[in-house]
């Protein structure tokens, strides 16, 4: 799997496995927490699934959602905006 994005500033990627054919892609934040005791924060970017090479939105972090084109994701989450008509007429 080539990843498409490089990490903002500040945060790094890292995977696992989430089942024989899917990897669990987490983007991590390496700032400084004082509620964390020491460790960095991460949470979900999304899911690629190998088999049929796509790359899936999470639902939650035990949980694919939707296939997403790589262009419609960002550095920070694959994630898709849930806009009506007039929020999009301002992006």
Not at 26 to 40: A, K, P
Not at 80 to 87: A, F, R, S, V
Request: glycine share 6%.
């Amino acid at each position: 799997m080539e990843f498409p994005h490089k990490p903002p500033t500040g945060y790094e990627y890292w995977t696992d496995d989430f089942k024989k054919t899917i990897k669990r892609i987490w983007i991590r934040n390496l700032g400084d927490f004082v509620y964390t005791g020491g460790e960095h924060p991460s949470s979900v970017w999304g899911f690629y699934d190998s088999r049929k090479r796509c790359y899936l939105a999470p639902i939650n972090h035990k949980k694919p959602g939707k296939e997403v084109r790589i262009e419609d994701t960002s550095p920070y989450s694959a994630m898709q905006l849930n806009l009506n008509p007039l929020e999009r007429a301002f992006l």
